[in-house]
């Protein structure tokens, strides 16, 4: 057993999100592992770039109200407890409600042995249009 260290927050890089994101890292697996935590905290209004993960993605909220949305999809809220999975290759986004505050673990793994892809591809960002196509609450 091992206690690992903990690492510093990481702010989200502007060119794959909009408004303020930080990222806690929890696991990184060495090979044969290829499994990857994070907990992200996005500021109300805060939200990815549209992307896609190569071996999909699992988040988990644990705080807050969050958005997600699949391309071609509508714009669903998440909360506390909730679990949303995205399949390998498919492009959507993820943040806070324009509100409040939201925090998620992000559950991914890196590429299997032989898969030279990124583990995830970034495209545009999520414009205040499209960000605020949801009118009311749910
Ligand atoms: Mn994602």
Redesign the pocket.
Known sequence: MEKLKKQASVRGPEQMFTGEVYFDGIFAGQEPSRMRANSVHFAPGAR?AW?C?TEG?TLYVTEGVGLVQARGGEILQMHPGDVVY?PPGEW?W?GADPEHFMTHIAMWESPRPGNDAPESEWGAHITEEEYRVRSQPS
């Open positions: 990815t992307h993960h993605q995205t959507h993820h």
